[in-house]
């Protein structure tokens, strides 16, 4: 059986890898992220050493349909945070090329000009036909960032389907960005967005629809929450039947906090992300939902879950490659093809058979 790989010491690379890491070079920040993501020698290892580094960083998920404007968006709030001295590391999980199995790099291109600041460091991914939204490492690339220091880490998802929500589990904060073009909301329920979002975003508001979209969204919640039709416009302030921020206007700014005994009231937004029209809103709100994770505990009850669901997911990791690689599982089963296809033994004596090579009795 092959040695535990954590328990490994590191390289004397590696070890020289991180070095410059912690010193802040941004060119080894690049480089174990690609280690990490391609599952090169070595990347559990990184990740055990830089897990104590982690917990400082705010995780913000940006996730809906494509055409959606996540990309502007997520270069708007950039911009917004860099304005009050944040550094920002972004995950952009692109489609994958047909070709060359990367990323077709749409995001990094929509977002060039902020990638240019030496406070902001982007990353995109392929997803290598991973479903969810994410590429398989994204969460662990994310914890890269954190870990090398940036106040906010920003987590783009590819454009959102059905049971695309993985984003949810990954951030403190999800954003849902939809359109006036994303058509009736009901789908967005059906999609499950209500549970993945804390808060919504209706972009490029100055569509025909917009309105009509953002209070059904608001009607959704409210009946979500057993509410009725009682105070259907009033998320954080915003009365989305007579106030929707367009090139020249500036929608009222959300409430300071919200009732803390109520939980979270989700709020729907509407932005302009070409113009910056309702960003400044959109980021005092993500503020505001950070100071509430905070005070209601919900920070530390996500990031538990979110580091439970990662020892889930190391275990699965470590017991496929204990089952099919290390105890020949593997070839057990090639073994087993002839006698499974004639119908002499069955798909569940073969299964036992090679768990019982694994853990025997």
């Given at each position: 059986?092959?040695?535990?790989?954590?328990?490994?010491?590191?390289?004397?690379?590696?070890?020289?890898?991180?070095?410059?890491?912690?010193?802040?070079?941004?060119?080894?920040?690049?480089?174990?992220?690609?280690?990490?993501?391609?599952?090169?020698?070595?990347?559990?290892?990184?990740?055990?050493?830089?897990?104590?580094?982690?917990?400082?960083?705010?995780?913000?998920?940006?996730?809906?349909?494509?055409?959606?404007?996540?990309?502007?968006?997520?270069?708007?709030?950039?911009?917004?945070?860099?304005?009050?001295?944040?550094?920002?590391?972004?995950?952009?999980?692109?489609?994958?090329?047909?070709?060359?199995?990367?990323?077709?790099?749409?995001?990094?291109?929509?977002?060039?000009?902020?990638?240019?600041?030496?406070?902001?460091?982007?990353?995109?991914?392929?997803?290598?036909?991973?479903?969810?939204?994410?590429?398989?490492?994204?969460?662990?690339?994310?914890?890269?960032?954190?870990?090398?220091?940036?106040?906010?880490?920003?987590?783009?998802?590819?454009?959102?389907?059905?049971?695309?929500?993985?984003?949810?589990?990954?951030?403190?904060?999800?954003?849902?960005?939809?359109?006036?073009?994303?058509?009736?909301?009901?789908?967005?329920?059906?999609?499950?967005?209500?549970?993945?979002?804390?808060?919504?975003?209706v972009n490029k508001a100055d569509r025909p629809g917009a309105d009509r979209l953002a209070r059904e969204l608001s009607l959704m919640l409210h009946l979500?929450?057993?509410?009725?039709?009682?105070?259907?416009?009033?998320?954080?302030?915003?009365?989305?039947?007579?106030?929707?921020?367009?090139?020249?206007?500036?929608?009222?700014a959300p409430r300071p906090e919200p009732p803390q005994a109520a939980g979270w009231d989700i709020p729907v937004l509407e932005t302009g992300a070409e113009t910056g029209a309702g960003l400044p809103e959109l980021a005092e709100t993500i503020a505001v939902h950070?100071?509430?994770?905070?005070?209601?505990?919900?920070?530390?009850?996500?990031?538990?879950?979110?580091?439970?669901?990662?020892?889930?997911?190391?275990?699965?990791?470590?017991?496929?490659?204990?089952?099919?690689?290390?105890?020949?599982?593997?070839?057990?089963?090639?073994?087993?093809?002839?006698?499974?296809?004639?119908?002499?033994?069955?798909?569940?004596?073969?299964?036992?058979?090679?768990?019982?090579?694994?853990?025997?009795?």
């Amino acid at each position: 059986m092959s040695a535990d790989p954590v328990r490994t010491a590191l390289s004397v690379p590696l070890r020289a890898l991180l070095d410059r890491f912690a010193a802040g070079d941004l060119t080894a920040l690049a480089r174990i992220i690609s280690i990490v993501e391609n599952g090169r020698a070595g990347f559990e290892t990184l990740l055990d050493a830089l897990h104590f580094r982690l917990g400082r960083a705010h995780r913000i998920g940006i996730t809906g349909p494509p055409g959606a404007g996540k990309s502007t968006l997520t270069a708007g709030l950039i911009r917004r945070y860099r304005e009050q001295g944040l550094s920002v590391g972004a995950v952009a999980v692109d489609p994958t090329s047909p070709f060359t199995g990367g990323a077709l790099l749409g995001d990094r291109i929509r977002m060039n000009d902020v990638a240019l600041d030496p406070g902001v460091f982007i990353r995109s991914m392929a997803t290598r036909g991973a479903l969810g939204g994410l590429a398989l490492a994204t969460k662990e690339v994310a914890d890269v960032l954190d870990a090398f220091g940036f106040d906010k880490v920003i987590i783009e998802t590819v454009g959102v389907g059905q049971s695309e929500l993985d984003i949810a589990a990954a951030a403190d904060t999800t954003v849902v960005v939809l359109v006036p073009e994303s058509g009736d909301s009901i789908q967005a329920m059906k999609a499950g967005l209500m549970e993945a979002a804390d808060l919504f975003v209706v972009n490029k508001a100055d569509r025909p629809g917009a309105d009509r979209l953002a209070r059904e969204l608001s009607l959704m919640l409210h009946l979500r929450l057993g509410q009725g039709l009682k105070n259907i416009p009033a998320h954080h302030g915003v009365d989305l039947r007579q106030a929707r921020p367009g090139p020249d206007t500036a929608a009222p700014a959300p409430r300071p906090e919200p009732p803390q005994a109520a939980g979270w009231d989700i709020p729907v937004l509407e932005t302009g992300a070409e113009t910056g029209a309702g960003l400044p809103e959109l980021a005092e709100t993500i503020a505001v939902h950070e100071r509430w994770l905070e005070r209601s505990g919900q920070r530390r009850q996500r990031r538990q879950q979110r580091l439970a669901e990662r020892v889930r997911e190391q275990v699965a990791r470590r017991l496929q490659l204990l089952t099919w690689r290390d105890s020949g599982g593997a070839a057990m089963l090639e073994r087993s093809l002839p006698a499974l296809e004639a119908g002499e033994v069955s798909p569940y004596e073969v299964a036992a058979r090679i768990v019982r090579a694994v853990l025997p009795e």
